[in-house]
């Protein structure tokens, strides 16, 4: 296997692991999300009780997972654009139009590389 493909492959595992904190935080964003609600229709949700749930660091984490699922999913598209384009001589375009994404954000996304060399 290529460097290239060691390297797509890696980052899909760091992606997949982000997307599973993500969905993790989620569903306990979810749950403290129906507790609101039970709070708001018996007429106790209040400053204290949002604070108690949990909603500051709640909060931060779910933030936190979000920018880390968007870190990870960057550096997938980094390196398909890599492998693709190195290995497989495939137009930055192309591979834009796999991803659905707009010419000029593939263009920027192949040239990303390059830059931070």
């Known amino acids: 296997m290529s460097q290239a ?5 890696h980052r899909i595992s760091e992606l ?5 904190e993500l969905r993790e935080k ?3 964003h979810k749950r403290a999300l129906r507790e609101a609600a039970r709070g708001v229709e ?6 204290d009780a949002v ?7 709640m909060r931060v984490d779910l933030t936190d997972a979000l920018a880390e699922f968007e870190r990870a999913r960057h550096q997938v598209r980094l390196a398909l654009f890599a492998f693709m384009g190195l290995e497989q ?3 930055t ?12 954000l593939a263009s920027r996304l192949a040239q990303e590389p390059k830059q931070s060399s």
């Open 89 to 91: 001589d495939t137009s």
């Open 51 to 57: 604070r108690s749930g949990g909603a500051p660091a």
């Open 42 to 47: 018996s007429g106790n949700l209040t400053p």
């Open 93 to 104: 375009a192309e591979i834009g139009r796999s991803l659905g994404i707009s010419r000029q």
């Open 5 to 9: 493909s060691e390297r797509l492959v």
């Open 16 to 20: 997949e692991e982000s997307n599973d």
């Open 26 to 28: 989620l569903l306990l």
